[in-house]
């Protein structure tokens, strides 16, 4: 069984829960997931004290983003439409219970639409809210988040199923750093809108729909199945199932069962032989029908078969007997992970305190990166960041968390090819799963590790335009240069420079960079040379004249 990737040490201070008094002794939150299916909101008071939250009031909307166009694959206007009402009335209710942040998250379907982003800026126009695109296993990892926020595992392996509209997400946890995070494909509204045709579904449709659901979750399956330890049997597992399929199946049972729906449906369970007997009723009535059933509404009628069916499937391959019901999901692991964010967190959760740290080393370690170098180049780029913080540029904490990121894999390039290595890396930072970050912020560190040699960044480049608006290109921009010196000065791979000063008149228009070696008797040549070389880019950007000093000793620091 692999071992879980080492602690780093913490490079920025821990926040103080203090420091949370400026949105009040007990901030409110509101979080918001937009969904292929639907867009859901918590609204939820935080304690700082314990730490906990509590949910003041929920809001859910069936948009349906995922009714796509199907020759572009664009979000239609109409589904644009029902999304921003949704979203105005989500504003709405967060503004009047005084809500001091809003953070709202877009998955599959905005994810994978090529106007997707072009939505998100009309969503920001329009209603003033910010929307972070994250990927699969980003989801999958703040899905565990809200899971665990309301259940113990006790240290005990536990497999987590979300079926949504667009994706199924497989997690396997034990109530600290996730083992195993994936995001298929598969959703209940895709499959409905691929495989039934007709109404009822017929029985040859339903049979293809299994078949691709099950061949499609399969991989997800076995490698799940590969985090487990020699004694961790795969059928003794509990399974957690979340999204509003899995409620609605478990509310039709309840009530069969029960005679009552129980007021909360947390820790209900649904055997798998139970499933597929209402999975197989359900796909005999008629749509019209379907609709009847009490707490059924008209959209998730539509899409209950295909969602039942993706659930029943992942349940016979994994070789679980029972789901059981778990009533938070991503909308409140983004509640947990704004609290991870903020140091407020430290026990249950403290493995997922380093989440970005500890996924940037697993991404370097996968493609090689010599990471005592890494480790240079970072600590000399945040050096350059920090010295000339209010001079030469005025970003903050976030902006120099993404820099370290990017320092740490601007190497990675070299592990499909020393030709053009700095855009090899762009395309394996971009692609690589970044746990902790959004899609804008993965872009960033792309582009940052991208522009670290060769040409500055340009308005031609595919990268470059693919950066989120003028705030991101500025700071690529700005920062970019950082990471060339500091990478210039790491050639060798010897750490040959201890460390750095930098001075800089701004009347003069002058920047001075003093360099101590390690090494008293080296003369660093090559270091030397090597900034000379990359002297235009840091001269143009920042309009300043260069010049660079060997400081042995560190005389003159």
Known sequence: ???????????????????????????????????????????????????????????????????????????????IDRALRALKRCRSLADSLQAGEIIAVATSAVREAPNGRDFLIQVKREVGIDVNLISGPEEARRIYLGVLSCMAFEGKPHAIIDIGGGSTELILGDGQAA??????????????????????????????????????????????????????????????????????????????????????????????????????????MPLAERMELPGMNDRRAEIVVAGAAILYETMGLLGISEVVACDRALREGVVVDWMLARGLIEDRLRYQQSIRDRSVFALARKYQ????????????????????????????????????????????????NQSAHHKHAYYLIRHGELLGYTETEIEAIANLARYHRKSSPKKRHESYQALAG????????????????????????????????????????????????????DDCELELWNLDCERPVFEEQFGVTLTVELCPGGQGF
């Not at 003794?236 to 449906?265: D, F, Y």
């Open 369 to 416: 990166v010599p990471l005592a170098a890494a480790r240079h180049v970072a600590t000399l780029a945040l050096t350059f960041f920090d010295q000339t913080q209010g001079l030469l540029h005025g970003w903050g904490t976030g902006e120099r968390e993404l820099l370290w990121a990017a320092a740490i894999l601007h190497h990675c390039g070299h592990h499909l």
């Open 470 to 521: 003028k705030r991101y290109r500025q700071m690529v921009e700005e920062l970019s240069p950082f990471l060339r010196l500091a990478a210039v000065l790491e050639r060798r791979q010897a750490q040959a420079i201890r460390r750095i000063q930098c001075q800089y008149r701004r009347e003069e228009g002058h920047f001075k960079l003093l360099l101590e070696p390690a090494n008293g008797a």
């Open 1 to 79: 069984m692999p071992q879980p990737l080492d602690l780093v040490p913490e490079r920025f201070p821990t926040p103080d829960p203090s420091a949370l008094r400026t949105l009040g002794e007990s901030p409110i939150l509101a979080a918001i997931d937009i969904g292929t299916n639907s867009i859901h909101m918590a609204v939820v008071r935080i304690d700082p004290t314990l730490p906990s939250f509590t949910i003041m009031a929920r809001e859910k909307a069936t948009v349906r983003l995922g009714d796509r166009d199907p020759d572009t694959g664009d979000l239609t206007p109409a589904a």
């Open 179 to 284: 083992r195993y995070l994936s995001s298929t494909k598969i959703g209940a509204v895709r499959l409905t809108a691929e495989f039934v045709h007709s109404d009822p579904i017929a029985p040859e449709e339903l049979a293809a729909l299994r078949a691709y659901a099950r061949g499609s979750i399969e991989r997800a399956v076995e490698e799940l199945h590969g985090q487990l330890a020699p004694h961790e049997s795969p059928e003794s597992l509990p399974l957690v199932g979340t999204s509003g399929t899995i409620e609605c199946l478990v509310t039709i049972h309840a009530r069969e069962a029960l005679g009552v729906v129980p007021n909360r449906l947390q820790g209900y369970g649904l055997s798998y032989g139970a499933l597929g007997e209402l999975l197989d009723r359900l796909a005999q």
